[in-house]
């Protein structure tokens, strides 16, 4: 399954990084301590959270996430959206919570 799938089936709006919409996904993690996905995060991955600075696109670069999904109608600051252009990692958007979205998620990926 693609982000674009992804992105298609949950309704997701797409800030930035269109780039990397054909990029596979082989799963999720939902957090918003930098440091567990740092720890803890597989490649491949859509990364959930409500942090939209800078900071998450250096973790998602790191760590080769397939995409970030920020989660309450945030949406990406402008150094965000710019280094997400630049990297070719999708920001997209929900206006559901980290609970919710993960549930969505999890259910498109395992069935």
């Keep these: 399954m693609t982000v674009q799938d992804i992105v298609n ?6 800030f930035c990084g269109r ?11 939902t ?6 996905v740092m720890g803890h995060a ?5 990364w959930i959270t409500l ?3 800078k900071n998450v696109m250096a973790i ?5 996430l397939a995409a970030i999904v920020l989660i309450k109608g945030i949406a990406p600051d402008g150094d965000t959206i710019a ?8 920001v997209l958007g929900s206006s559901l ?5 993960s549930g969505e998620l999890y259910g498109l990926i395992n069935n």
């Excluded at 780039?19 to 993690?29: C, I, M, N």
């Excluded at 597989?42 to 859509?46: L, M, N, T, V």
């Excluded at 998602?60 to 080769?64: G, M, V, Y």
């Excluded at 919570?97 to 979205?101: H, K, N, Q, T, V």
């Design 9 to 14: 089936k949950l309704n997701l709006t797409v």
């Design 19 to 29: 780039e990397g919409l054909s990029a596979q996904v082989t799963g999720g993690y």
């Design 31 to 36: 957090s918003d301590l930098l440091s567990d």
């Design 42 to 46: 597989d490649a491949g991955r859509i």
């Design 51 to 53: 942090q939209a600075h």
């Design 60 to 64: 998602a670069s790191l760590k080769e």
């Design 83 to 90: 280094l997400s252009d630049s990297e070719g990692i999708p």
């Design 97 to 101: 919570g980290a609970f919710e979205l």
